[in-house]
């Protein structure tokens, strides 16, 4: 059992910036993806930025250049450090951990509770 425990969330105003931080607790895999996701109101939950275990990232085109997911190992923590933000940022943001077997196949996929960003114009 893993538990996702996001912190770093809050208003702030255009063009600011905020760190979030996601600390794991419990049993990580050698072999994991983590991540952030967000959904705002009425929308779907949708991919902000991954990190696999050997640091490759990935981000959504829409945070590019903004948004920087960063993990310390050593620390179980994850972080999306959030620059230039905009009102559109605004949403519920999501931890993930997906940690993967020995044949490389998904054996666990969990989430953490969330933090609010939001973003004032």
């Known amino acids: 059992q893993v538990q996702l425990v996001e912190s770093g969330g809050g208003l702030v105003q255009a063009g600011g910036s905020l760190r979030l931080s996601c600390a794991a607790s419990?049993?990580?895999?050698?072999?994991?993806?983590m991540g952030w996701y967000r959904q705002a109101p009425g929308k779907q939950r949708e991919l902000v930025a991954t990190i696999t275990n050997g640091g490759t990232t990935n981000y959504a085109g829409s945070v590019k250049g903004r948004f920087t997911i960063s993990r310390d190992d050593a620390k179980n923590t994850v972080y999306l450090q959030m620059n230039s933000l905009k009102p559109e940022d605004t949403a519920f943001y999501y931890c993930?951990?997906?940690?993967?077997?020995?044949?490389?196949?998904?054996?666990?996929?969990?989430w953490g509770q969330g933090t609010q960003v939001t973003v004032s114009s």
């Open positions: 419990g049993r990580i895999f050698s072999r994991n993806v």
């Open positions: 993930n951990a997906r940690l993967f077997n020995s044949e490389g196949i998904v054996a666990y996929n969990y």
